[in-house]
């Protein structure tokens, strides 16, 4: 079956954040085993505390057989490894700068002090450390880390430098879901890139200012196929695409289990047949090979087929999809809460929010600790506009109110970090800050924040 679908090779045209872009569809048939994520090991025996090291460096990676490419990593030549922790624990993450240029290191979603975010203010210069400590605080989720360099974040994570952040809680392992990392817990980060002839990566950004790879990655693995046994297989799915959205499926359009987005479960399992992802969104799906028939399938992007999933006879009994995975209780604002507007429009490569681009000498919203507000996020548009903006709050999980005046779709009704508007849209959001300091909010689209679409906003 998955041979005919792959028979339809040649130029197929992929739809992508409203644009059109020829793309080679790839040879899964032949393809490479998909690289998993190497899990970090925790260095403190404490089981309350977690210690990392994360060495930021330079190397070079094998994406296309023949000739080696220069990337950037960490703990490694591209992409890193996943930092597993747990609420409740004590965490220290050193962060050693091998690079020959400045960085930083964001944790995209975590709730955590403004001086422990990672943000454009803890840059961490070449051959320096940044040590920061925190408490986790906050249930079950998928998150992810990459820099957040001013004027630089584009280019950084566009070479490699991103990895992903596992939440485990209580709730999580009572649920009884697929928790064998690398066998039926697979991490999928998914990336376009370009290569010139040389092999090198190609970052070069449009007349629209963003880079629009025409190669997919997952994991940094290019025409990639995994291994999978008859058993329900959870699939942690991170859009790590600078600019580019992604609707997921499957190549025989069967059901899957949405369990998760951004912020952590949904209270219940969502049945979908497709997902939408703009960049910086995750989701977390079940999908269940134990009574299919079949001894493959392909994971699409809208009409190209990026891995081949492969489909074993041998057969496990050891999860189950639960009826309900958690409780979610809303956000409560206090009688008259404080509402901000947030009108986001762009010129090609540039941006603005509220009519200003970013400066990093100025405070531009003042906000209460432990008050819950109402922001509201308007998509202006703007010359050479094509599609939407990812808008991106960072010390927060905030939960969506509206969508253009009508209640959120239940994939969004669980808390994000991360939310897409498009074009006219207008998105309500219910937010709260448990934690102090200065923080950013910007559009998702790393060219587009890199060029000042992007704001921030003190705690206390």
């Known amino acids: 079956m998955l041979a005919s679908i792959l028979a339809l090779a040649g130029i197929v045209f992929l739809l992508v954040s409203g644009r059109y872009f020829p793309r080679a569809q790839p040879d899964l048939q032949n393809g490479n085993e998909l690289k998993i994520p190497v899990l970090l090991q925790d260095q403190d025996p404490d089981p309350d505390m977690a210690e990392f090291v994360l060495e930021a460096q330079s190397g070079q990676t094998n994406f296309l057989g023949s000739v080696m490419t220069d990337t950037l990593g960490y703990n490694g030549s591209y992409l890193g490894p996943v930092l597993r922790i747990r609420k409740g624990e004590k965490v220290t993450i050193r962060v050693n700068n091998q690079l ?38 906050q249930a079950a989720a998928t998150l992810w880390y990459h820099p957040h360099l001013l004027g630089d974040t584009a280019d950084q994570v566009y070479y490699g430098l991103s990895g992903l952040i596992y939440i485990d809680d209580e709730n999580a392992d009572q649920l009884n879901l697929p928790q064998a990392y690398g066998q039926n817990d697979i991490p999928l980060i998914v990336q376009d890139r370009s290569f010139n002839r040389d092999g090198s990566l190609a970052y070069r950004t449009s007349m629209m200012g963003v880079a629009a790879g025409d190669t997919l990655l997952i994991n940094g693995t290019i025409n990639p196929y995994l291994n999978v046994k008859k058993e329900p297989v959870r699939f942690r799915i991170l859009n790590a695409s600078n600019a580019q959205n992604f609707a997921f499926r499957l190549s025989d359009n069967s059901r899957f289990w949405q369990i998760a987005s951004d912020g952590g479960f949904l209270e219940a399992p969502l049945i979908r047949r497709s997902i939408f992802l703009a960049p910086g969104e995750r989701a977390e799906v079940i999908v269940d090979f134990s009574k299919t028939k079949r001894s493959d399938v392909a994971l699409m992007v809208g009409k190209s087929a990026i891995m081949a999933i492969r489909i074993s006879d041998e057969k496990t009994e050891t999860s189950a999809i639960p009826e309900s995975l958690t409780d979610i209780e809303p956000l409560i604002e206090g009688n008259e809460p404080r509402t901000r507007v947030f009108d986001l429009q762009s010129m090609g490569i540039s941006g603005t929010i509220n009519g200003k681009s970013f400066d990093m000498n100025r405070i531009d919203e003042e906000v209460n600790l432990n008050e819950t507000e109402i922001w509201i996020i308007r998509n202006r548009g703007g010359m050479m506009q094509t599609g939407g903006h990812p808008f991106h709050v960072h010390g927060t999980q905030f939960q969506i109110i509206s969508r253009n005046g009508r209640p959120p779709p239940p994939q969004e009704q669980g808390y994000k970090d991360t939310v897409f508007v498009n074009i006219g849209e207008e998105v309500a959001i219910r937010v709260r800050f448990t934690h102090a300091g200065l923080f950013m909010y910007h559009c998702h689209i790393l060219e587009h924040e890199d060029n000042g679409m992007m704001g921030q906003f003190r705690v206390s």
Not at 106 to 128: K, S
């Open 100 to 137: 020959d240029f400045p960085t930083t290191l964001h944790w995209h979603g975590l709730v955590v002090d403004g001086e422990q975010d990672g943000g454009p203010h803890q840059g961490i210069q070449p051959g320096e450390s940044w040590n920061p400590t925190f408490t986790v605080d």
